[in-house]
């Protein structure tokens, strides 16, 4: 019992430190982030290095905040980026001081002069910018004034404000002048919306982008299928994002160079190993297996990145090769490093579910009866909890099958070949013949030129009245509007109002003419007594 109060205690006591930087996350967000993982194996140095920028920041920060075991060297690692040369977000560097509170030694103390100084720094700067770019606006440069609202972006998303980052990269789009420039301007909106998890922001700046280049570039469309296949994982599109994830490739998505800065970058969004990871999870979870061994293992393109994360591409090969217990092995090891993934800690459980219903389902197709017991073996389940899952995979028509609760057994539910049969023939009789009927009834129109149009609103003109909201006409006949008025003043030319009043036919033809069109409408409705009920209104 003391143990167990123990363990409650600390954990309160690693709540109240979450604390500070859980109440700056939105509400919708938060239930998704009450949760620790206290055995981190990877390598965090190495994980670090794939990113760049504030989702270098945004990364560490979440793993501080939900693995107790690397909270320390994740603070580290966080520190040792705000304290770069050209780092100047010092509100987020006085914050993770606050939360490290002198645990890492004298070497992570608080250097407030600094602070100060970066602070004087950045305002000047800041201040040299806005005039720089007022000018610019003085002398109508266009080209300046985006590279002023540019330089303005970056300067904000340096500082960690990403609002005025955004509303700065957005400007700049009335001053592009090549496609070039509305590239730029995409990918640079991308990263900041990607920073305020603003996907709705991300699939249009997509979109835009798409359009801008023609998607010519293979860098550029590998950068913006990443990109749009995040947008689609984030809304729970799993089909969609993998998709997406499977048309990327290694190149377009760098980490990024000193000499290679700004848009040609993709770290501040994703890594490669991302790409990888989250394509390859929503393609096991949503596609079949044909499906997935040509769109993922044959994907020559794909299979660049998947190399980068061993585990997942072994995984997909278990998966593919029948071997489910080995999957759903590797997938629950893979589990506490995917929990402190920023972008999918959301849909962990939604995917190792579908991914688990997907290996019960391809494990049954080869059989008509399976042994529950063997199968529970095979999927390292007890068996009660498995005969559960599949009770409601059949309940739900994914699994045609029955089970024999007394014999512990599965049998495939069998189908009368031959019932299906008639059934399938007499419903493609049945739309058929309604096609028949339809093409029929068309022709007879056009063969009348009789026309159909909606009746507006607001009330009929003279003497005229359609009681069925619609009105019928030959294309000779005047405007409907001057035959409504012809007929309140008692003029214009023959008129014939259908029985029931639900259409009028309205012309210039003589009653010779109108008896000849009535004989063919009812010659051909002579075949079909529904379509003569169409005709006259009394269906």
Not at 123 to 142: F, H, N, P, V, Y
Not at 298 to 308: A, P, S, V
Not at 490 to 499: E, I, M, N, P, V
Request: aromatic letters at 8%; hydrophobic letters at 35%.
């Amino acid at each position: 019992m003391t143990l167990f109060i123990q363990d409650l205690l600390l954990k309160y006591m690693l709540l109240q430190k979450a604390l500070p930087a859980f109440s700056s996350i939105s509400h919708a967000s938060k239930a998704h982030l009450l949760f620790w993982i206290y055995v981190y194996t990877a390598d965090i140095d190495t994980y670090a290095a794939r990113y760049a920028g504030y989702t270098k920041l945004r990364r560490l920060l979440f793993i501080a905040q939900h693995c107790k075991s690397r909270e320390l060297d994740a603070y580290r690692l966080a520190l040792d980026a705000l304290t770069q040369p050209r780092s100047l977000n010092i509100q987020l560097y006085r914050k993770v001081m606050g939360l490290v509170a002198g645990r890492l030694g004298p070497a992570y103390s608080l250097d407030a002069t600094w602070a100060e100084e970066i602070d004087k720094r950045a305002a000047m700067q800041k201040e040299r910018l806005e005039s720089d770019l007022q000018t610019s606006r003085t002398g109508m440069a266009k080209e300046s004034i985006r590279l002023g609202y540019q330089d303005l972006g970056e300067f904000h998303y340096a500082r960690g404000d990403l609002d005025n980052a955004l509303k700065n990269f957005v400007r700049t789009r009335d001053y592009c002048s090549i496609a070039r420039h509305n590239v730029e301007m995409c990918l640079n909106v991308i990263k900041v919306s990607v920073g305020l998890d603003s996907f709705a922001h991300v699939s249009t700046y997509v979109s835009k982008a798409e359009h801008a280049t023609g998607m010519n570039d293979p860098k550029v469309r590998h950068k913006l299928k990443a990109a749009a296949g995040l947008a689609q994982l984030s809304q729970h599109n799993y089909d969609s994002a993998a998709r997406k994830f499977l048309d990327c490739g290694p190149s377009g998505l760098t980490r990024g160079t000193p000499q290679d800065p700004g848009p040609a970058s993709f770290a501040h969004v994703l890594a490669p190993e991302d790409v990888a990871t989250y394509g390859g999870l929503c393609a096991l979870a949503s596609l079949d297996r044909p499906e997935l061994k040509r769109s993922l293992l044959e994907n020559t393109t794909f299979k660049g990145l998947l190399d980068l994360v061993p585990m997942v591409r072994e995984l997909i090969y278990d998966f593919c090769r029948s071997r489910y217990g080995a999957c759903l092995g590797a997938l629950a090891a893979l589990k506490p490093e995917l929990l402190l993934d920023v972008h999918l800690h959301r849909h962990v459980e939604s995917l190792y579910q579908r991914i688990r219903e997907r290996c019960l389902l391809q494990y049954f197709i080869p059989y008509l009866s399976v042994d529950l017991g063997s199968m529970a073996n095979t999927f390292d389940t007890p068996l009660p909890r498995l005969e559960k899952e599949i009770a409601g995979l059949i309940v739900t028509n994914r699994m045609p099958a029955r089970i024999d609760s007394q014999r512990k057994t599965l049998h495939r539910r069998q189908v009368d070949p031959r019932e299906a049969g008639y059934k399938k023939v007499f419903s493609m009789g049945q739309e058929f013949l309604r096609e028949m009927r339809a093409m029929l009834f068309r022709m007879s129109l056009l063969e009348h030129s009789v026309f159909v149009e909606a009746e507006t609103r607001g009330g009929a003109g003279g003497g005229g009245d359609a009681r069925s909201g619609g009105r019928a006409g030959t294309l000779g006949s005047p405007h409907p509007s001057q035959g409504r008025a012809a007929r309140g003043q008692g003029a214009g030319g023959g008129t014939s109002q259908a029985r029931g009043g639900d259409a009028v036919l309205e012309g210039e033809s003589s009653p010779e003419e109108d008896t000849d069109m009535g004989e063919d409408f009812g010659s051909a409705n002579q075949q079909d007594p529904d379509l003569e009920a169409t005709l006259t209104g009394e269906g």
